[in-house]
């Protein structure tokens, strides 16, 4: 009995176990069934076919919609929408996009809208993208977090909701990312920061905003009322003085010359003439009214007497201080330089805002960081007209620019005129036409000195000479070979210098600046060693060295006894540049380190650096030209690698910076003509020269190119209005406003 009561009621126990059990799962199975599931056959919710934007499939996009309904989306995304602007993707502040084609307006809250970030694209408007072309998980989803830590996004599950969950917030869809170095997963960091640029639609707001960024070069116009190069030392505040520019007047010191006058002269009338103001379409300037702060006057001031007909030399002063502040400024310096260096700063610093032309209120304290700022211009490989030249003096001006390295001669054609000796340029020129007189010369040297430009003649040799053997051919070496007869200057006749005795003289006499360029590069000793008489003079003087258990004759040896034999024939009174090849040959025969300056040239970008080490060690003073060949054109945006280029930075690899600093002179950029002439001569010159240029003039400090960009895409503009045909070297842009390209003839005489 006891047995039967223990089952029935443990029995019991368990029924109502299963019971409960049997109810939940019934329930859980019914309401499943009421919610759509077990219907296998039925077909697939069907995603309501949106207007999608299709990607360039090979192109990196970002892109942000914001605030639109459904109906204007539609608009936007129709084929007859373009967008009025692209906005620059280092713009600050507010952008304005325009109407499409049936007068829609696109923007929100007047149009003004915050720049997002960086975002390179180029988007096409194309047929929808259809669920069969894409899988589930990248159709529109609405997300509600941006996504895990491998900077992925939450796909929500695609249903028959989507029409009426797609109003209650933003929608975003990832964009395809492009693999790149650091990987195609965008699984490191850079490459989340990234793909956390999204697009959204906000399908409630009737105003859709679309943003896109393109690479561009900056806007010019953000780098107004700057100046390039950079001064030493630089302050300017917000408040603006309106300049009258109709009739502003700058007024000389009391104790003047012809070099400050005429500075002063041409900078009035090129402030006068408007043409740096860089003017928005549809705007005017107006003119200044009484209640204004008005500027009308810079007075200059000089703290040494000038001299008529001065002209610069290498221990010229250009140092200057500019003062702007309220109704008066001031320009002072010690020398006539530093007068021609302020007012080509004070004319940077006017602008174009709100209808009038303004300057901040500026103090400025300016001077060189090197003495020595060249451009070496080859005319020889093509003649290079004087109005050209006079034109290239002008733009140095403009970027404060010092020495002008003639290359006069070459193996091509020797233009100049001497007096002394006339079958030079009557035989090696390229013609009657393509020659410089001394009277260009000297007229060149005079417009020079008007910019605080010296102006430094080269005459190479022993190499380089051919066309000196035109019409003297005793002067080079008969080599006898296959491949042209003539070779270099023959070192050891007497008639060589005899003739290089009177042709210095002559250029002494026409050149009065106190330094002059021998040349000395690029020597064929294989042409010198063909000649009998040569070698057995190389064994007298034992020009040899010892390679591997024998004697050869050294050309190193034989070409720094021509050159200490040149200079002691050239004046005395005059110091001598000359290229690195030079450096060894004086070394074997001990030309002194006063009277040599050693040109680098070699070594591209970096190696030029063991060589100024080398030749700093050696007690020679140096100027470097190796990473700066302009005439080697490469595609884009090469200006940033002239930036990156500094002549003191071998200091840091072993010599002290303050030891050794100063026996560099400085720096130039050099064009060779082989293939530029006077068509095409300005446009591969700037801006690229403008360049280092700055990094010849102002601090050490300015080492950062991208901090410079916007300056010197405005600097750039500021040329091409000026007239110069200063190429684009940052990329995609627009020189707004107007363009004063002219033809260079008597070097802008307006100006």
């Not at 008529?308 to 001031?330: C, D, F, I, R, T």
């Not at 040297?445 to 190479?460: G, L, T, W």
């Not at 590069?521 to 003087?541: A, G, Q, S, V």
């Not at 004697?551 to 050159?563: I, S």
């Amino acid at each position: 009995m006891a047995l039967k009561r223990f089952l029935t009621s443990h029995l019991l126990k368990r029924c109502s176990a299963v019971k409960l059990v049997l109810l939940l799962l019934f329930g859980i199975i019914f309401s499943y069934m009421l919610a759509g599931g077990f219907h296998a056959d039925e077909p697939k919710p069907y995603i309501h076919e949106q207007p999608t934007l299709r990607m360039h499939p090979e192109t990196v996009v970002e892109r942000r919609m914001l605030n639109a309904n459904e109906d204007s989306l539609e608009s936007l995304r129709a084929p007859t929408t373009r967008v009025a602007k692209v906005l620059d993707n280092r713009n600050a502040g507010t952008h304005r996009l325009g109407q499409d084609r049936r007068g829609m307006d696109l923007s929100a809250n007047g149009g003004n809208v915050p720049a997002p970030a960086r975002i390179d694209t180029a988007l096409t408007w194309d047929k929808p993208i259809t669920p069969d072309e894409l899988s589930r998980q990248e159709q529109w989803s609405k997300v509600s977090s941006y996504g895990d830590s491998a900077g992925g996004y939450n796909k929500a599950p695609i249903n028959n909701k989507f029409e009426e969950e797609k109003k209650t917030g933003p929608y975003l869809v990832k964009a395809q990312a492009k693999p790149n170095k650091y990987g195609s997963s965008g699984k490191n960091k850079k490459e989340r920061e990234k793909t956390r640029q999204w697009e959204s639609y906000d399908y409630e707001n009737p105003n859709n905003l679309l943003q896109i960024h393109v690479d561009r070069a900056p806007e010019h116009s953000e780098g107004v009322g700057t100046p390039w190069p950079m001064p030493q030392s630089y302050l300017t505040e917000p408040s603006l003085t309106v300049v009258d520019m109709d009739n502003f007047a700058i007024v000389p010191p009391a104790e003047s010359c012809d070099r400050v006058d005429k500075a002063v002269e041409r900078y009035t009338r090129h402030i006068r003439s408007k043409v740096d103001l860089y003017i928005p379409d549809g705007k005017t300037l107006r003119q200044p009214s009484s209640k204004q702060r008005v500027l009308r006057v810079l007075n200059v001031k000089l703290s040494r007497p000038c001299r008529n007909k001065e002209l610069p030399h290498e221990h010229m002063s250009e140092q200057y201080k500019l003062s702007v502040s309220g109704l008066s400024a001031e320009l002072s310096a010690q020398e006539p330089w530093g007068v021609i260096r302020g007012l080509e700063t004070f004319s940077q610093l006017i602008y174009y805002s709100q209808g009038y032309p303004v300057i901040n209120t500026t103090h400025i304290k300016d001077y060189p960081r090197f003495s020595f700022r060249g451009l070496m211009l080859d005319t020889a490989r093509h003649y290079i007209p004087i109005r050209n030249l006079k034109r290239t003096l002008d733009v140095m001006s403009y970027n404060k620019l010092n020495v002008f390295h003639w290359h006069l001669v070459d193996d091509q054609s020797f233009p100049y005129v001497s007096k002394a000796f006339p079958n030079l340029s009557k035989l090696g020129a390229y013609s009657s036409d393509q020659i410089y007189t001394p009277t260009d010369i000297l007229n060149l040297i005079d417009y020079a000195a008007d910019r605080a430009i010296r102006v430094i003649p080269e005459f190479d040799s022993p190499g380089h000479t051919r066309s000196w053997g035109l019409g003297y051919p005793a002067l080079l070496t008969n080599c006898s070979a296959d491949y042209h007869p003539f070779g270099a200057v023959n070192p050891i006749s007497n008639f060589t210098y005899e003739f290089m005795n009177t042709f210095w003289a002559e250029v002494h006499d026409l050149f009065p600046d106190s330094t002059v360029h021998v040349g000395g590069d690029e020597i064929n000793y294989k042409c010198w060693l063909r000649l009998k008489k040569l070698r057995e003079f190389m064994l007298e003087k034992n020009m040899t060295s010892e390679q591997y258990d024998y004697l050869t004759l050294d050309g190193d040896k034989l070409q720094g006894y021509y050159l200490k034999h040149l200079l002691e024939v050239m004046p005395r009174d005059r110091k001598k540049i000359a290229w690195e090849e030079a450096f060894s040959a004086a070394q074997m025969w001990n030309v002194s380190m006063d009277e040599l300056i050693i040109n680098v040239w070699k070594g591209g970008d970096y190696e030029w650096q063991y060589t100024m080490e080398n030749v700093i060690r050696h007690g020679y003073k140096a100027v470097l030209s190796a990473p700066w060949y302009l005439n080697y054109i490469s595609y884009g945006k090469d200006w940033t690698k002239y930036y990156e280029q500094d002549p003191h930075s071998f200091l840091t690899y072993s010599l002290g910076a303050d030891t050794y600093k100063d026996y560099v002179l400085g720096g130039q950029v050099c064009v060779w003509a082989e293939y530029i002439d006077e068509t095409n001569l300005e446009a591969t010159l700037w801006p690229r020269a403008s360049s280092p240029a700055e990094k010849f003039w102002s601090s050490a400090a300015m080492n950062d190119w991208r901090k410079a960009e916007t300056r010197f895409e405005n600097h750039r503009c500021r040329m091409t209005r000026r007239g110069v045909r200063a190429q684009p070297n940052s990329g995609p842009g627009s020189c707004k406003g107007r363009m004063q390209i002219k033809p260079p003839y008597e070097a802008n005489t307006n100006f």
